[in-house]
């Protein structure tokens, strides 16, 4: 769903008494210039309101609704809670509780006494989202109207801000989308369709894997109809350097293969593609803010199906690193698809870094829950630069250990690996199987990201579903760690 329109403007006290729709004020422990207007149009609503015990139990960026106040032609006036220093997470839980409340008569945020307008903006473009394919679709939220000291400078300071929370929208639409909608070559479609904002995309169909000897991808898709791809995006922003590469996990619908999930719950296996969604997601960010960086997304995009050629428990598949691989359980197939394009990457583009995203492991929720993504890690100074740009967009994020002692769980007796090393420590084994085809001159990070992809309930920054988790980190760490 495209972004609710965002406007600036001249904060105007004649507008706040005439806007027909929703009007956002802020306070603290007392209103602040703006809020303190609205208060004497409503002959003391506001300090009647803040008087209340409502207001006392409310955290930065929550707020209190007036329905229809006396002096002001508003449908209601949403007064919320923020110091006069609000830090950048503060003015986005306040920019959710707007984006939360929006409907289709917009709102006038009165915002002419706000520090730091483009974090409220983040917080309320993320959150006014709406995904939905019914014959009658949800009306889009109408225009928001900024209401600013200086409308110039605070559309300025939210151009990259919206341009990377469009991006994300694009990646909640990509993970929301039902798999007879996505189908590999609907996505390999719509990220050459992103040729439009600069990027250079390449489709590599399956004649080029199989040349290319990436026959561990191929085995998880060749019990599908969809035929198995692997897109290249590219984003050439910053001169000679070698770029970071982003590789993503597409498995666009995930039965299990042979190995078939219970019926139960297989329905969310649309979401199974979140990490290729993501490197897409940040590969349009980039693009539409000119980032100065070179940065190269490989996606693998797969269905794993339980077809009469489907790959078996006990097959040997050879990666395009060379080593053979015994497949175990067909429902861990992630890793043979990362597995070929990571090393692709190595091999073509030789990447300062590389950061692969999967919604990979069951285990990796079980440890962390839906809060934070399981971080892996074989650089600490790349590790530490990405934890802190997900910190700073308020996406969890927890590091999580590699060590050589796991690997006794995934070696197997009649290939150089298994696929899996049984249900203890079972996103470690993952990672450590992925480390295998990780060059030893390579700083890389594995994103479990299995339990923030997609969630059965509101999130803090999304509704129930896709939430689009790592699109803001990932700009972020490009922005303070690879940008000239």
């Excluded at 706000?114 to 889009?140: S, T």
């Excluded at 590789?247 to 619908?253: A, C, L, M, T």
């Excluded at 084994?429 to 992809?453: C, M, S, Y």
């Excluded at 999130?459 to 922005?479: C, S």
Aim: proline share 5%; hydrophobic share 45%; net charge negative.
């Amino acid at each position: 769903m495209p972004l609710a329109p965002i406007a600036f403007a001249e904060a105007d006290a004649q507008a706040l008494a005439d806007h027909a729709g929703r009007v956002i004020a802020f306070a603290d422990s007392d209103p602040d210039t703006w809020a303190r207007r609205i208060d004497r149009l409503t002959k003391g609503a506001i300090k009647r309101a803040m008087a209340s015990p409502a207001w006392d139990k409310l955290k930065p960026g929550q707020g209190l609704e007036l329905a229809f106040p006396a002096g002001m032609a508003a449908r209601a006036v949403h007064l919320i809670r923020l110091p006069k220093r609000a830090k950048p997470s503060e003015l986005r839980k306040a920019g959710v509780t707007i984006g939360k409340a929006l409907g289709e008569e917009g709102a006038l945020v009165a915002a002419g006494a706000v520090k730091g307008v483009e974090h409220l903006v983040d917080g309320l473009a993320l959150r006014a989202y709406q995904f939905a394919r019914r014959a009658e679709a949800p009306k889009a939220p109408g225009e928001v109207v900024l209401a600013c000291a200086d409308p110039e400078a605070a559309k300025s300071a939210a151009a990259a801000t919206l341009a990377v929370a469009e991006a994300v929208h694009f990646t909640r639409d990509l993970v929301n989308e039902p798999a007879n909608i996505l189908t590999t070559t609907e996505f390999a479609e719509r990220c050459a369709a992103m040729r439009d904002l600069g990027l250079e995309v390449e489709v590599l169909d399956e004649p080029e894997l199989e040349k290319l000897g990436m026959r561990a991808l191929l085995a998880v898709g060749q019990g599908s109809e969809s035929p198995s791809k692997v897109v290249v995006m590219r984003w050439n922003g910053g001169g000679s350097e070698k770029p970071l590469a982003l590789v993503g996990k597409g498995v666009v619908f995930d039965t299990g293969g042979i190995s078939i999930k219970p019926a139960g719950g297989m329905e969310d296996m649309v979401m199974d593609m979140g990490g290729a969604g993501v490197v897409a997601g940040a590969m349009r960010a980039l693009a539409a803010r000119k980032a100065q960086a070179n940065v190269v997304g490989l996606i693998g995009l797969v269905e794993n199906m339980p077809d009469g050629r489907a790959q078996r428990p006990g097959d040997v598949v050879t990666s395009m690193k060379g080593d053979t691989i015994e497949v175990i359980n067909t429902d861990a197939e992630g890793r043979l698809v990362l597995a070929d394009v990571m090393w692709y990457a190595q091999e073509r583009f030789e990447p300062a870094a590389m950061v692969d995203l999967a919604t990979l492991t069951g285990a990796i929720i079980i440890g962390l829950g839906h809060e934070k993504a399981g971080v892996f890690a074989n650089d600490d100074a790349l590790c530490d630069a990405f934890l802190k740009a997900a910190a700073e967009m308020d996406e969890g994020a927890w590091r999580m250990p590699l060590d050589p002692a796991y690997d006794e769980q995934i070696k197997s007796r009649v290939a150089d690996v298994k696929n899996v090393g049984g249900r203890p420590a079972g996103s470690v084994t993952a990672a450590q199987f992925l480390q295998r085809f990780v060059k030893n001159e390579t700083p890389w990070i594995h994103l479990d990201i299995a339990g923030v992809a997609f969630n059965s309930k509101d999130t803090a920054f999304a509704p129930k579903g896709a939430t689009g988790w790592g699109v803001r980190a990932l700009d972020a760490l490009v922005r303070t760690r690879f940008e000239g």
